[in-house]
């Protein structure tokens, strides 16, 4: 439908219209239309250019900051880290101010210079061949020394020596002072590490203290020599019947 003429409104506003303005209307009324037009373009590319600009910085901060990431590392803790501390955190107990003193080694024995051997300062033993055949008379030594740095006194007595053989659940076998004991008196002075050895003979027989029981070869295998001098007594030496 057509607009009458003289209604007052004019032609409809287009592209062309506004850059080469034709109508009633004074030519001012078409230049503002233009720049109405021009500001609304300019603002609509503006607005585009805006938001390339703004997706182009997000995206190169986000680019930037996992950039920092990978190369600074992550920086919350393992979880390694939060339960074991580390070295440097780690306390160590401060040295104490007075050095603690080591312990000393016990006190050797006294013995008095001249005085009879205690036992702690006599030394025994006993030497064995180590094996013999079932029925032949070995001789056992009897080895004494006196372990002070002074020299002391000790009764030799043949009486209050002794040698037992035991077997290898420690029945007694033989004692050297069963069948055939002797007496004497020899109270004897001990220079500072001086060794005694005594040899006792065994007939290679059984014996008891009474010397009543039927004597007997014992059978081969393991036995031991235990010696004693009165009250000390020595370690078990081995010997093999064979």
Avoid at 19 to 34: D, E, Q
Avoid at 145 to 165: F, G, S, W, Y
Wanted: some cysteine; proline content about 12%; hydrophobic content about 45%.
């Amino acid at each position: 439908m057509r607009r009458a003429e003289g209604d007052g409104v004019g032609p409809p506003i287009t592209v062309p219209g506004v850059l080469h303005p034709v109508g009633p209307l004074p030519a001012a009324v078409y230049w503002r239309r233009r720049l109405v037009v021009l500001a609304l373009v300019a603002a609509l590319v503006g607005g585009l250019v805006w938001l390339a600009v703004a997706l182009l910085d997000r995206r190169g901060t986000a680019g930037g900051e996992a950039a920092a990431q990978t190369t600074a590392g992550p920086t919350e803790l393992p979880a390694l880290d939060r339960v074991v501390p580390s070295v440097a955190a780690v306390r160590t107990p401060a040295a104490p101010s007075v050095p603690v003193a080591a312990p000393s080694a016990p006190p050797a024995p006294s013995q008095v210079a001249g005085e009879p051997c205690t036992d702690e300062v006599l030394a025994i033993e006993v030497r064995t061949p180590g094996a013999v055949p079932v029925g032949s008379k070995p001789t056992f030594e009897l080895l004494l020394a006196n372990t002070a740095d002074v020299p002391c006194v000790r009764a030799l007595d043949k009486e209050l020596q002794e040698l037992v053989l035991v077997d290898a659940a420690g029945a007694r076998v033989w004692g050297s002072n069963d069948c055939f004991p002797e007496s004497s008196d020899d109270p004897r002075t001990l220079a500072p590490g001086e060794l005694v050895a005594i040899p006792v003979v065994w007939g290679g027989l059984t014996s008891e203290p009474t010397c009543t029981a039927e004597r007997t070869t014992p059978p081969p295998g393991a036995y031991a020599v235990r010696g004693r001098l009165d009250t000390k007594v020595s370690a078990d030496a081995p010997l093999t019947l064979q």
